[in-house]
């Protein structure tokens, strides 16, 4: 019961989301089709990703240096 309350829900979140109107456009609004857009998105998925492996870089010397 539970489920079909919570599934109802999701339904009409995503059912009102679909009918908004889109915001007006403005000085500061940052269109998903412009280079600053991808190359913020391409900047913050390299931040990420380099915050995965660099840790594990930096350390690879030191246990190198252990053995």
């Known amino acids: ?22 915001g007006v456009v403005t000085v500061g609004t940052l269109r998903p089709t412009g280079v600053n857009f991808v190359t913020l998105a391409t900047g913050a998925a ?14 690879g010397p030191l246990v190198e240096g252990l053995m």
């Open 1 to 22: 019961m539970w489920h079909a309350r919570h599934h109802r829900q999701h339904r009409g979140v995503a059912g009102r989301l679909g009918q908004q109107r889109p």
């Open 46 to 59: 390299l931040v990420l990703a380099l915050l995965n492996f660099l840790p594990a870089m930096a350390l």
